[in-house]
C-alpha cells in the first residue's frame, strides 16, 4: 500500500529531474477528458465510441448483425474520423519529434478546437441530437480522440496511453502476486483507472446538459494545452524524445 501511494504522489506530483517532467499528471488530465468525450458519445450519440475503437469494432459487428440500438454507419463514421485525427497526430509527432512539450500544447489547442466546434453544433442545435448534429459531433470528437491517441503512443509515458486502460488493467493484476513481483508504477496505474472513471461518471451525471459536459472537456483541453506552453517554454530535459 506504501508503494501504491508513494507512486501516485509522484505522478500527481513528480519529483524534480523525473524523466517525463510534468507529463504524467497532465495526460491523467486528458484521460480524465475521454471519459467525459466517451460519455458524450455513448449515451448522448446513440451506442457509438470515439474514443473507444476497441468497443466499435464490436458494436460495428453487432450492427451488422441486426442487433437494435446500434447503427453502422455511426460506428464506420466514428472509426474513419479516429483513424483520420490518429493519422493527423503521427503527423504532428514526426513534426515535433524533438520536442514532446510542443507537440502536447500544439495538438491539445487543436483537439480544444475541434471540441470547440462540437460545443457550437449543440449550441446550434439547441441541445437537441439532431441526425446532422449527431455526425457533426462523432466526426469533431472522433478526430480529437483519434489525435491524442496517437500523441499519446508518441510521448511514450508509461501506463498513460489515456484511452485504453485494458492493457493497464492487465498489468496491474499480471504484475503482482508470486509470478509477477511487485507490479511497477501501481499507483499511476490506478490513478489512470480513476482518472477515466471519474470522467465517465461525470459525464454520465450530466447526460442531459451535453453543452456542459463539452463545456467541461474544452476547459481541460485548453488548462493542458496553456500548462504544458508554458512548462516547455526553456528546454528542459523532459521535452526530449522518450
Known amino acids: ?16 529531474g523525473d524523466r517525463h517532467g510534468p507529463l504524467p ?5 486528458l484521460t480524465v477528458v475521454t471519459g467525459l468525450i466517451d460519455a458524450v458519445s455513448y449515451l448522448s450519440l446513440g451506442h457509438v465510441f470515439v474514443a473507444n475503437m476497441t468497443g466499435n469494432v464490436v458494436f460495428l459487428g453487432f450492427a451488422l448483425a441486426g442487433a437494435d440500438g446500434l447503427s453502422v454507419l455511426a460506428s ?16 504532428f509527432g514526426s513534426r515535433f519529434a524533438a520536442h514532446r512539450g510542443r507537440l502536447l500544447a500544439f495538438t491539445t489547442a487543436l483537439q480544444a478546437v475541434l471540441v ?3 460545443l457550437v453544433a449543440v449550441t446550434v442545435s439547441h441541445g437537441e441530437v439532431t441526425s446532422w448534429a ?35 488493467l492487465t498489468g496491474l493484476a499480471a504484475d503482482s502476486g508470486p509470478a509477477g513481483g511487485a507490479a511497477p508504477r501501481p499507483g ?3 490513478l489512470s483507472v480513476l482518472a477515466m472513471f471519474l470522467g465517465a461518471l461525470v459525464g454520465a451525471a450530466l447526460r442531459t446538459e451535453l453543452a456542459v459536459t463539452l463545456a467541461l ?4 483541453l485548453v488548462v493542458t494545452s496553456v500548462v504544458t506552453r508554458r512548462l516547455s517554454a526553456q528546454a528542459a530535459a523532459w521535452t526530449e524524445p522518450a
Open 217 to 220: 472537456a474544452l476547459a481541460f
Open 76 to 91: 464506420l463514421v466514428s472509426m474513419a474520423a479516429f483513424l483520420t485525427g490518429a493519422l493527423a497526430g503521427g503527423r
Open 188 to 190: 499511476r496505474r490506478v
Open 134 to 168: 449527431r455526425y457533426t459531433l462523432i466526426v469533431l470528437l472522433g478526430l480529437a480522440m483519434g489525435m491524442q491517441n496517437a500523441v499519446a503512443r508518441r510521448l511514450g509515458v508509461p501506463d498513460l496511453t489515456t484511452t485504453v486502460l485494458t492493457l493497464t
Open 1 to 16: 500500500m506504501r508503494t501504491l501511494l508513494v507512486d501516485a504522489a509522484r505522478t500527481l506530483v513528480p519529483p524534480k
Open 25 to 29: 499528471p497532465l495526460m491523467l488530465t
Open 116 to 118: 470547440l466546434g462540437a
